[in-house]
Nanobody, 116 residues
Framework: QVQLVESGGGLVQPGGSLRLSCAAS????????LSWLRQGPGKGLEWISE????????YYADSVKGRFTISRDDAKNTMYLQMSSLKPEDTAAYYC?????????WGQGTQVTVSS
């Protein structure tokens, strides 16, 4: 059973930092590229970052580039998103995603709210 579980969301002030985690199970984690996406209130789903196998390459949407850092720890089957200089427009439900070729798997999401 493939499972992705996000954690680490919460309420943070503008300019603050937060670290999200995505714990995975049910597949060979190290062989799979992983992504973070988010959906803000009244908005569509937005892709924000991707990390390839072996951490060989990372990619970021312009909206988060320079502020967010994606990483992975294959020994722990966990992916991370370090968020800094947070803005109110970063408020969203954040999801991790894994593409295994034939199937796409999603976590349940974790809520990030940036507000003073």
């Amino acid at each position: 059973q493939v499972q992705l579980v996000e954690s680490g969301g919460g309420l943070v002030q503008p300019g603050g930092s937060l670290r999200l985690s995505c714990a995975a199970s049910g597949f060979t984690f190290s062989n799979v590229a992983l992504s973070w996406l988010r959906q803000g209130p009244g908005k569509g789903l937005e892709w924000i970052s991707e990390i390839l196998t072996g951490s060989a390459s990372t990619y970021y949407a312009d909206s988060v580039k320079g502020r967010f850092t994606i990483s992975r720890d294959d020994a722990k089957n966990t992916m991370y998103l370090q968020m800094s200089s947070l803005k109110p427009e970063d408020t969203a439900a954040y999801y991790c995603k894994a593409d295994l070729g034939y199937n796409t798997y999603w976590g349940q999401g974790t809520q990030v709210t940036v507000s003073s």
